[in-house]
C-alpha cells in the first residue's frame, strides 16, 4: 500500500502525518485490498476568522477508485469526518463485491421436489 500525504498552504507535520496514518488503520481493518492512498490537506485563509480547512482523499482498491472530501474549521475535525465518509464508502464496496458471489433463488434445488 503507498500512501502519500500532501499538504496545500499547510506544512505536514509528524503529528499530522501518523494522526492520518493511525486513522486509516480503520480502514485497512475492513478492507485490506487497497492498492494506493493520496490524502490532500488544504488551509483556504478566506479571512483571519474564516479558516476552512479541507481535506480530501483519493483511494485506488482493486475494482475502484474512491474520492472523498471533507470540510471544516479544525484540520483534526476535517480528518476524522473524511474517514468516516471513506469508511462508509469502503464497507458498500466491499459488501457489493462479496454479495454478488450467492446463487439466484432458481438455481437452488427446492427440497419438496426431490
Do not use: C, W
Not at 487497497?34 to 485563509?45: G, P, S
Not at 482493486?62 to 475535525?77: P, Q
Amino acid at each position: 500500500m503507498n500512501l502519500t500525504i500532501s499538504g496545500h498552504h499547510v506544512e505536514v507535520t509528524p503529528a499530522i502525518r501518523e494522526y492520518v496514518h493511525t486513522k486509516l488503520e480503520r480502514i485497512r481493518r475492513h478492507f485490506d485490498q487497497v492498492i494506493d492512498i493520496t490524502v490532500t490537506l488544504t488551509v483556504d485563509k478566506l479571512s483571519e476568522k474564516e479558516k476552512r480547512h479541507k481535506a480530501d482523499i483519493d483511494l485506488h482498491i482493486s475494482g475502484k477508485d474512491i474520492h472523498v472530501e471533507s470540510l471544516a474549521h479544525d484540520l483534526y475535525a476535517a480528518i476524522d469526518t473524511l474517514i468516516d465518509k471513506l469508511d462508509r464508502q469502503v464497507i458498500k464496496h466491499k459488501d457489493k463485491v462479496q454479495g454478488h458471489d450467492r446463487d439466484a433463488i432458481k438455481h437452488i434445488p427446492d427440497p419438496a421436489s426431490a
